[in-house]
């Protein structure tokens, strides 16, 4: 009984050894295609550039930011663009207060560097270009003789 059993037990890991390499063989396979699979080719597009594009004005307004042309026009884009959009700049109206305080603010809290002598300058361009407007919601309507829609 010693050697039949003996003979059982190896004919069954004989057994168990072919079904374990023919697993590795099946998920070796399977791996290989699976990241080895053509991959479709991807054509880069070269995006044209000019610098001439950069330093455009129309209609007083610079083209790649939609900063209003004006004297410090320039070390407004290079300080504040470095950062964040031009349009989070053209979207806010501010006094020179508020925007002192704003650029304290991102001193303070965002890491903005010490402008030196283009903070007077950068705050006389944007105080002058960017400041509060007397604009707001339209007057409201009055003498208006209404009439019921039939």
Not at 100 to 105: M, Q, R, S, V
């Amino acid at each position: 009984m010693g050697k039949e059993f003996q003979k059982q037990v190896r004919s069954l890991s004989k057994s168990l050894l072919s079904f374990l390499i023919l697993i590795l063989v099946l998920f070796g396979g399977l791996y290989y295609w699976a990241n080895h699979k053509s991959k479709p080719e991807i054509t880069e597009i070269p995006l044209e550039v000019s610098s001439e594009d950069y330093d455009k004005v129309e209609n007083g307004i610079h083209v790649a930011t939609g900063f209003i042309d004006d004297r410090g026009m320039q070390e407004t884009i290079q300080n504040c663009t470095a950062c964040h959009s031009a349009k989070l700049v053209t979207q806010n109206r501010m006094s020179r207060e508020g925007w002192k305080a704003t650029i304290e603010w991102m001193q303070e809290t965002q890491n903005l560097w010490d402008l030196g002598a283009n903070e007077e300058l950068i705050l006389t361009y944007l105080a002058k270009n960017y400041a509060p407007t007397d604009k707001g919601r339209r007057q409201n309507l009055e003498d208006i003789e209404w009439y019921e829609l039939n």
